[in-house]
């Protein structure tokens, strides 16, 4: 098995109405099945602070909330791995960003593959910062 580091404190979950309401009317969409990500990029409030996240699973999708928990805590840990793999050079470029994911598959996955969509999201996302410096 292997060893899973990293951190996800409250100081980085997007809990603020005001926020996720600016993230769904201006931010950007990036798909990379099983997850839809919408992200904004914004001022920098404390130098430590690069991503501020926020998960979601419909309940079309999950008729029971202990299903829908479960997704939601492996979507969670998924973050907290593939975020510490990129935090690195967010710091670097001074980048802030708040961003939002939403489940929109109807099955349940194991954290292996959500790692891998967690992955393709944040390489979409590098190609994306790329594509607006030129």
């Not at 926020?19 to 969409?29: E, K, P, V, Y």
């Not at 099945?33 to 501020?52: A, C, G, S």
Request: with cysteine; charged share 35%; aromatic share 12%.
């Amino acid at each position: 098995m292997m060893e899973r580091r990293g951190k996800y404190p409250k100081e980085e979950h997007l809990k603020s109405k005001k926020a996720i309401d600016q993230l769904f009317q201006s931010g950007n969409l990036i798909k990379a099945f099983p997850l839809r990500m919408i992200f904004q990029y914004v001022d920098r409030e404390n130098p430590e602070d690069t991503i501020k996240a926020g998960v979601s699973v419909s309940k079309r999708k999950f008729k029971k909330a202990v299903d829908r928990n479960r997704v939601k805590r492996l979507m969670r840990e998924a973050l907290r791995y593939q975020k510490t793999l990129y935090q690195d050079s967010w710091e670097n470029e001074q980048k802030t960003f708040t961003v939002f994911f939403i489940y929109v598959s109807n099955e349940m996955l194991t954290v292996q593959k959500l790692d891998k969509a967690f992955a393709k999201c944040f390489k979409k996302l590098q190609s994306f910062e790329a594509e607006q410096t030129k």
